[in-house]
């Protein structure tokens, strides 16, 4: 696609439901990443992948979030029995190759809110 | 990992050329310098890229002086849409991939 598309924009879910965000990156970008950013909060690294494998899911906050991706596209974030901290908008962003010089491009984000 | 200092905020006028320096003294020989700016709801958005000297496009130019332990973004004549946080960024490769840290960035508002 012409950019990074990030579904749904918007989510508003009870607390201890699991939602599923998704991300389509931009066409031939072999690396894909998650952010997160917490309201008037910095973005925080998450994970990332290159290709379908995930060589560092050290920034993944606790064993609730987890994160796929299929055929080296679309990933997947996932957050079972969400919490009240997990609000938050999920940034997914993606770039032509990993490493330094690779420019990164963000999604419009997916704005998770747990009540 | 390199890690960066910018300032927390920076106040200007519609007109006036904006310049943010961004500390990062323990820059790899690899690592190239990257700005990104980001609206308040939106994702962050790609401004400019250098590895050294001088870079400029039609946004903004990026001076990085010889040694590269610091980098500053110039934004000339400022228009109030200017206002938002920008982040400096220098890549790290780890094993055979990238990992991105963001900063706090600088809170830049244009005034009219």
């Known amino acids: 696609g012409a950019g990074v598309s990030q579904s749904p924009s918007n989510k508003v879910t009870e607390k201890g439901k699991d939602v599923e965000l998704r991300c389509d990156p931009i066409?031939?970008?072999?690396?894909l990443y998650w952010y997160r950013q917490s309201l008037g909060q910095g973005l925080e690294f998450l994970i990332y992948?290159?290709?379908?494998?995930?060589?560092?899911k050290s920034g993944l906050p606790s064993d609730r979030f987890s994160a796929e991706r299929t055929g080296g596209s679309v990933s997947t974030l996932t957050i079972q029995r969400t919490q009240q901290e997990d609000s938050a908008v999920y940034l997914c962003?993606?770039?032509?190759?990993?490493?330094?010089?690779?420019?990164?491009?963000f999604g419009e984000g997916s704005w998770l809110t747990v009540v | 990992l390199a890690k960066t200092t910018q300032p927390i905020s920076m106040d200007s006028y519609e007109g006036q050329e904006v310049n943010i320096t961004c500390s990062h003294n323990?820059?790899?020989?690899?690592?190239?310098i990257t700005w990104y700016q980001q609206f308040p709801s939106q994702g962050p958005r790609f401004i400019i890229q250098?590895?050294?000297t001088k870079v400029t496009n039609e946004v903004a130019s990026l001076f990085i002086p010889a040694d590269r332990k610091s980098s500053t973004l110039s934004l000339p004549r400022v228009s109030l849409s200017d206002t938002a946080v920008y982040y400096c960024?220098?890549?790290?490769?780890?094993?055979?991939?990238?990992?991105?840290?963001f900063g706090a960035g600088t809170i830049l508002r244009v005034k009219s």
């Open positions: 066409s031939g970008h072999t690396a």
């Open positions: 992948f290159q290709g379908n494998s995930a060589p560092d």
């Open positions: 962003a993606s770039s032509l190759r990993a490493g330094s010089g690779n420019t990164i491009y």
């Open positions: 250098g590895y050294k």
């Open positions: 960024l220098v890549g790290d490769e780890v094993w055979d991939g990238n990992k991105l840290v």
């Open positions: 323990n820059i790899a020989t690899n690592d190239y």
